[in-house]
């Protein structure tokens, strides 16, 4: 009998360390709102003086009673990327308009769940339903299109794409007006040609500063498919160009697909970073791929030449040893997006359809040079702040006029 | 046929007592799911302690668990939903446990199931403007056959070379997840949309039966449970298959051949773990996305554990997962309980299930039918002793 009892006790032991080994990780409170890190507006690049309206006059419309609730892709909510700063975004949204219920957020455990999860907030009355990444469009738009009363917000489901009646057009012809046919929906997008091209000027002036320039700059991006990821490198070659003309810009995709290797195999970025590196002799190398990215990162730090990281400051997110190398992100204000969408709804100022975030609106901008800030002079803060100005004005090409967004 | 290995259960237990066989048969499933949810209410009250900005609610786990119910079961909606989340898992089990029932495990469930989709959203889209009928019946024989070559291949393998199922369905499985990735990224994408996504199906969904989203492919998936169960139970094939799992030397010495077995078993599952990828693609999501992917096949290995291989037992353990996957929504609205909650059940169900035998020692079940116990962990033919 002591052996049974003891046996089970060993029994109930493992399990618990088990389950707490893939349960403690993951518990992310929704009502905890730590300090929500400011989308960090870089030393580099200081509010020009164009930009007056560069972050929304705080005239929120207050709405204690609104209803927000999130339904982010697969993974995890603290994904470090769209997930992640959507729900963030979300939070401040809420807290800037006068919420104090927590935030819910749902995350789907497959895709044949996002309809059904969506689904979720409308029997719960909710009055704003955020959906995060492009593969929740169709079930978000049809949810719209089904529930006129609640205010849908899409991130990164642009270009919106829909029938005149306000359905999702399953053959792309998109005839419908999203002002009229679909007026409770909202697509939020990025400017990465943008973000891209503060980043090529500054991988232009590391190359200049290395100890033996090669006057070549590399990018690698996840997937041709991905045409943000494309308007990043398009960006950052205009950017580098109009430092240095003559400077050689090496781009190169990992797949031509959306399979794991495009965003989620860091391994494999490593090897095809160290491929591409040996092949091009880069001084600075810019990754678009995501994980894969941070593989591409990994081994540009270990060819001692610089790294620039995408998305979110990754020197910050990163960390120590593995941020040794990056000079700057090229960063889009996901968190911040989606809190003026949210603060647009509350005041009625949102409109329907693709709503473009760049310069302008806090949408994009070149992260902190951090413990690299040495390496760089005063003209290169000008020359970004330059930029920032004339994107602000909107009088800066970032994008080819043709093919912006198509890989080459 | 007068075969020696005896699969079938034991004479003397049809003298006990109808609950006390009853007893026999639930004790070590109710058990091993209120082991389950009690350390769930440990994971939460402990996830509690650690993570710091958030007032301790003693009774976050009864709210959590009240929410997952009401979530499931709350409206007639909601039990429809559990019903829908609960069809593929009806077909996973049952491939998983038809191969269990042979000896083998078929960690392919995943991969033929994304392959099984893959089959059904192409025929579909084809026949997207044909008459229902007709493109329902072709897509979903689509999904049957996809699946099935893609159980065909290990089961081929492993009688012709004895190469090793587990390890080849495991590789089958990133075969399909990036086939899938391949395809719909490329020639089954519809040309003008900026993210990857093909054609919906059209004519070729499943019709809605009940609700609002009961699909028709809860009706097929509790015949398919009753087929399967006839299949092993009342047919010469089925005693064949059983016999090879209890006893393939046995079995060939009474004149059966495994080799053929494996192939048709590893197929047939194969077939029903495709079948259920289009159940889902036809029945809930109607086009794929590159993130079409799930966990349904691994999911399926613990049902089927769980109905310790029974196909009539599949049903019910199938519903008890749909059930957390329907109900996680509202958890995480109500009580913002991360949905990853719902994977530390289903993995403690799966380690109680497996350790099981401590369990029934404890209970004091010693002559209880050993189940799926006696076939499955040891994956090789020449499982378990008959008990």
Known sequence: MRIRTRGFGMLAGIALIVSACSGSPTPVPPTVAPSVSAPS?????????????????????????????????????????????????????????????PVP??????????????????????????????????PTVDAAHKNPNIKFIGVDQSPECILPTGAPDPNFACKGVPATALPNYTSLYFAEDQAGYLAGIVAAYADKGAATPTGVIGAIGGTTLCAPCVRYIQGYTLGAQSVNPSITVKSAYVTHDFSNAAFNDPAGGKAFAQTFIQANKPDVLFQVAGKTGNGVLEAACAANIYGIGVDVDQWASLGAPANACIITSAEKHVESAVAQAIE????????????LFNAKNDGISAADFHDKASLFGPEVTTALNTAMAAMQAGTLVTCPATGCGVAP | MSAPPSPAPAQARSRR??????????AVPALVVILSLLLGAVVILG?????????????????AYAALVQGAYGSTDAVIQTLVYSTPLVFGGLAVAFGFKAGLFNIGAQGQFLVGALGAVIVGVALADAPAPIAIVAATIAGIVAGGIWGFVPGFLKAVSGAHEVVSTIMLNYVAVQLLAALVSGPLKVPKSPSPVTYDVGNAAFPIVIGATGHIGIILAIVAAGFVWWLLFRTTWGFEIRSVGANPDAARYAGMRPKLLIVATMTFSGALAGLAGT???????????????????????????????????????????????????????????????????????????VASPVLRRLLRLRNVEAGITTAAPSPGLGAGTAP
Not at chain 1, 345 to 354: N, W
Not at chain 2, 17 to 26: E, F, I, K, N, T
């Open chain 1, 344 to 355: 647009g709804i509350a005041a009625g100022t949102l409109t329907a359809g693709d709503v």
């Open chain 2, 17 to 26: 007592s109808l609950g006390a066989r009853a007893w026999a048969v639930l």
């Open chain 1, 41 to 101: 507006v870089a030393p580099s690049t200081p509010p020009a003086s164009v930009a007056p309206s560069s972050t929304p006059a705080p005239s929120f419309a207050q709405k204690p009673g609104l209803k927000i609730g999130v339904v982010t892709d697969i993974g995890t909510l603290d994904d470090k990327g769209y997930n992640e700063f959507s729900f963030k975004g979300a939070q401040d949204g809420a807290t800037a308009i006068g919420v104090t219920d």
């Open chain 2, 47 to 63: 996830s509690e302690l650690i993570v710091t900005g958030r007032k301790f609610d003693p009774w976050l786990w009864f709210t």
């Open chain 1, 105 to 138: 957020s749902i995350v789907p455990k497959d895709a044949s769940e996002y309809a059904a999860d969506i689904q979720q907030f409308v029997s719960q009355k909710f009055d704003v339903i955020v959906t995060v990444g492009f593969n929740l469009t169709t």
């Open chain 2, 279 to 353: 159940s889902v693609l036809l029945g809930v999501s109607h086009s794929m996305t590159s993130s079409f992917g799930t966990t349904v096949g691994f999911d399926s290995i613990a049902v089927a554990l769980l109905a310790r291989s029974n196909p009539l037992g599949v049903l019910p353990a199938a519903v008890l997962f749909g059930s957390m996957r329907a109900g996680a929504g509202l958890m995480q609205i109500n009580a913002g309980i991360p949905v990853e909650l719902v994977d530390v059940l289903q993995a403690t169900i799966l380690l109680f299930l």
